[in-house]
């Protein structure tokens, strides 16, 4: 069993930065795939940027590339997101997700993910 608790949400104006944090438990964090998705009302849950579990692989969305960073700590079993350049369209609830599959992909889809953090709200002001 993992437990994620996503920390950092806040009110930032457009053009400001956030740092989300992900903070997991579970001895077996340093194998999963981790991710972050977001939701807006009336929205599906959408992919926003993924990490294998070496760290060395990465994916993000089109919307949030060369915006948006995502690292691993797996010493101290956490996963961030920056995000520099916010805009107004970046507003929702954020997730942090885990998939304990093995593979060499990262899934974008959120049924593949096998925990989930109870999200992190992040509003952009224009």
């Known amino acids: 069993q993992v437990q994620l608790v996503e920390s950092g949400g806040g009110l930032v104006q457009a053009g400001g930065s956030l740092r989300l944090s992900c903070a997991a438990s579970?001895?077996?964090?340093?194998?999963?795939?981790m991710a972050w998705f977001r939701q807006t009302p009336g929205k599906e849950r959408e992919f926003v940027a993924g990490?294998?579990?070496?760290?060395?692989?990465?994916d993000y969305a089109d919307s949030v590339k060369g915006r948006f960073t995502i690292s691993r700590d797996n010493a101290k079993n956490t996963v961030d997101l920056q995000m520099n350049s916010l805009k107004p369209e970046d507003t929702g609830v954020y997730y942090c997700?885990?998939?304990?599959?093995?593979?060499?992909?990262?899934?974008?889809?959120?049924?593949?993910?096998?925990?989930w953090g109870q999200g992190t709200q992040v509003t952009v002001s224009s």
């Open positions: 997700a885990a998939d304990h599959t093995i593979t060499m992909l990262i899934r974008t889809t959120p049924v593949r993910y096998d925990y």
């Open positions: 579970g001895r077996t964090f340093s194998s999963y795939t």
């Open positions: 990490i294998r579990w070496s760290g060395g692989n990465t």
